[in-house]
């Protein structure tokens, strides 16, 4: 009987060793809820170098959609503008320019005008 009182003790023992080891305190990482309220911005730009509806104007129109914060994108070559929808909390003026500007290596494209417009009439 005191055999198997001393393998109950030791039985117990490696128990509680080996079931307290290791324990960490597992903490969630805090998450903040800071949510950036968008800036919405309409910007009318000139743009000089397009020679085609669908090879050029859809092009800018498309790399323009696909750049993060422009909402809205729409280019009129006969016009050879283009209304943007943007916010600057993403993208600045000056980024716009340049996603523009960088199309196609950069050769083809120039913004001869940028401005901030109350709203505009789409076609």
Do not use: W
């Not at 030791?10 to 128990?15: E, K, Q």
């Not at 960490?24 to 990482?29: G, M, N, R």
């Not at 422009?70 to 929808?85: L, P, R, Y």
């Amino acid at each position: 009987m005191n055999l198997s009182k001393a393998l109950f003790l030791l039985l117990v023992s490696t128990m509680i060793t080996f079931s307290c080891k290791d324990q960490k305190e597992t903490s969630q990482p805090v998450q903040t809820n800071d949510v950036i309220a968008e800036n919405l911005i309409n910007l009318e730009v000139d743009i000089e170098g397009m020679t085609c509806e669908i090879g050029c104007a859809k092009l800018i129109e498309s790399k323009l959609v696909k750049s993060q914060g422009v909402k809205f994108a729409e280019v009129d070559f006969e016009d050879k503008k283009g209304q943007i929808i943007v916010d600057v909390n993403q993208l600045s003026e000056n980024e716009v320019v340049n996603v523009i500007e960088n199309i196609a290596g950069g050769d083809l494209y120039k913004v001869v005008n940028i401005e901030k417009v109350s709203g505009f009439e789409l076609n």
